[in-house]
Every structure is written in structure tokens, then in C-alpha cells.
């Protein structure tokens, strides 16, 4: 009878195993984020906003959104996976960026501290005022979004 129960614990043990280890086994995790986008020092309003859970194939929608009145917003969102998710905020805009074609964007990670599991965010990242006249390191443009 030992031997039974501990065959069936190890069958057990071993199939738990393999689900962990091939990612079958997936947890809700959220991330949230906040700012305020200026454009000459003033409020950035409807500016395009979107969370992403960041993928090496193809980045994840997590939430969009537009900056109000005061240039201000706030995004959060959640996406299952087995490994710790990325998360990253993109900004699309056209402050000071005359006739050029397309829209400028910019790219922010989550840090690590502002990813809980479960539905909602607990924490927001708050990116405070954002300037989106003068060009940022890593600004890229981007036609399709």
C-alpha cells in the first residue's frame, strides 16, 4: 500500500514537474503607470498612450488610452504568463514635430517593484511630467500603431 501512494505521489510530483516546466502553469500579473505629458511646458492633451506586456515575437496590449485636458493619464492593465512579465509604456505624439510623417515614440519600462499579480495594479508607476518637445535617447517613429 506504501508503495502505491508513493508511485502516485511521484506520478504526481513529476506532472506538476512538466507543467512548470514547459509554462503551462501561468499567473495574472498587472502593472499600471501614471504621468503627466507636456508639450513647451504645456498640457500634452489626447496623446496616445498604450501599455504593452513586452514579447520577443509580438509586444501584448495591456491598455490604451489618451492624456485628458491637463495632459495627464493613467494606464494599467494585466497579462498572463508563466515568467515575470515586462511591461512598457508607449507615447505617440507630434509636439515640435512640424510635417515630418508618422509620430514620435517614445518608450518607458515598468520597473520590476510595480508588477503584482492578481487583476488590478496595486501600484502605479508614476512618470511624472514627461517634456515631449525635445527628442529623447531611443525616440524612434512609428507610423502603424
Known sequence: MATAVSDSFLALLLLVLIH???????????????????????????????LYQQSSVLDVLMDVGKSDSNGSFKLGGTAVRSTRITPKLNIYHDCNDGW????????????PKYISMGLQPVRFYDLGQVELSHRAEGETRDCFH
Open 100 to 111: 515630418n510623417p508618422c509620430q514620435r515614440k517614445r518608450s518607458y519600462v515598468v520597473p
Open 20 to 50: 512548470c516546466t514547459f509554462g503551462i502553469v501561468r499567473y495574472s500579473q498587472n502593472a499600471g503607470v501614471e504621468g503627466q505629458l507636456l508639450c513647451f511646458g504645456q498640457p500634452a492633451e489626447n496623446v496616445l498612450v498604450k
